[in-house]
């Protein structure tokens, strides 16, 4: 197995006076961040290099904590319309999540038009889930349409944070919101689930990158806002190894809650033992000194 | 309310209503259901700092953060006050025989308002009902059902009980209590169709107001429990020894997967059990499995089998051992254990005849424990 790469990036201008992000220079981040992590100079070479032309791209986010602690709106819709400007047609990007509502809480306005990117929950009507059980491993779910049927590539756009159980929530349990029943699955610390429901064939055979949002990370006591826990790390992390990119989001959680002067998970007893057991499934690398990890930042 | 008037009510609702008994029975709606949850706070849990909260109402201790729902995915920390978004929510409404939960020994020949909210605080891999058990309460259709409402349609669809059942009535207990309280004082009795993971605090308040409880006794060890149910035996073991210790009506049902929990040596086990914990008068049925669910690779338990079981649990000497989902099997009727005589026949769901008089065998006199008036 090659050895997998993981990309940081950061922007030194990317908080505006009023506290907003910049979206010019969050594009910016996805440019940079995707020609290191493909090798490719230009934006449409990038995407070429990932998806097909014809490829209608499902953009999961995590909307789940509401507008304190969601996928960011001014990350997701910057990347989609630079996904739309590099190769891939607009109509064919969708932003998606559970539900309308935890998309307009955290601030999504959704949208359907049929020419433009689409911003929809599984919950929107003529969508809802698959009525076909996935029996895979240790999971028997049933999966969102959205990915069953309507994206034929995806995206892990999700949102780095703490979590109370898991111990880190990033782009592999980030599909937990493509299940109709996640509640059933953070038993024993979310081990084996969150690596067997991105191994189910309606994730693995699509997803395509993960990306994290990791502007501001709850490091501690998620996956709930908590002001006093939450910082601006003000990064995007990338990778085409799913493990790999979760690994890097938790070594991030980890340094900031030594920063804090907060225990290790581990000491906690809730260090992401899933990343572990990923890696044995083969779904990618979760041992730090096994990743390549490369760190820039845009100006 | 008329019969007819009810099925019209629940089809202005929204809901599939079939012919014959009234019966509102839904599946996934898949096509955009419009969450219309309730936010009626719920009860036995613990506020925790930073908006965090503890469940104590079943084992599992849920402790959830602001946001998030418990493992049954109907109670949910809504900024540090936890809620249950199933109250009067109900996804499933029948009118069935007291025979299909199953109840012997309590009103046979009666029928049951029957009726469920969506979830559950167990995921067993051979669930019949997944379908409103297995999902979050936004995924299937429901409508409103208050307890009173409740209590009124069952008197006048002329059933002497309500029971909660299909799903999981621990994780809606808010509801069911409030509902068995009403109908109580309306001469409705209220029946628990329940997998036993429960705390004990919650129970005891439950044993107060209902009439009885038929326990899902999924295997007799922890390994099965843990592998199949997601769940632990000890407390559900416990919920038995509790209800048989109150005033209300205990029934045990042991579903026999081949294969899986059907060891004749663990039955045994678990019959004497029974008989030491609770008594030789507590019935007991082995019922048949069909692949369902997650569990599709067995075949229907055999005949034999549960024949098998229940000669077992007999010799160790309980008195009312039922063969169930096996309409027509002798082992469906009530045999005195002072006569050996039938006292009550039955053919599927269906009472044949009962020979009782004031709770005794009409041959030989001899008492036969249950609720029979």
Known sequence: MAVPRVVIIKAGNLWTSTGAVDPAVITKMFARGFALLTGERGDAG??????????RVGIKINTIGGKALSTRPDVALPFAGWLSQSGLQAKNLFIWDRTTRELRDAGYGTSADRSGIKVFGTDADGVGYESNLVSHLSVGSLFSKIQTEFATASVSLALLKDHGLAGVTAGMKNYFGAIHNPNKYHDSRCNPFVAEVFDAPPVKSKHKVSILDALIVQYHKGPSYHARWAAKYGGLIFSLDPVAADAVGWSVIEALRVAAGLPALKDEGREPVYLATAEKMGLGRADLASIETVEERVA | MKRRQFIRGAAGAGLVVGAGLPSVCSGLAVFGAKPNLSHVEARYYDKLPDREVECRLCPRKCRLGDKERGYCGVRENIGGTYYTLVYGKVCSLNVDPVEKKPFFHFLPGTSALSLAAAGCNVNC???????????????????????ERAAAQAIEAGCPSIAYTYTEPTVFFEYMYDTAVRSKRRGVRNLVVTGGHINPEPLADLLAVVDAVK???????????????????????????????SKTWLEIVYLVIPTLNDRMDLIREMAKWVRNEVGDHVPVHFSRFQPMYLIKNLPPTPVSTLEAARETAREEGLHFVYVGNVPGHEGENTFCPGCGKVAVQRVGYRITSIQLKAGRCDTCGTPIPGVWT
């Open chain 2, 125 to 147: 891999k051979f669930c019949q009902n997944w379908e409103i058990s297995q999902v979050r309460p936004e995924q299937v259709d429901h409508f409103d059902l208050p307890p």
């Open chain 2, 215 to 245: 326990v899902d006794l999924k295997g007799f060890t922890q390994e099965f429990y843990a592998e199949y149910v997601r769940g632990e035996l000890k407390p559900v073991l416990e919920t038995i020894r509790a209800v048989a210790k």
């Open chain 1, 46 to 55: 990038a995407i070429s290099s990932l998806f097909r032309p014809g490829d």
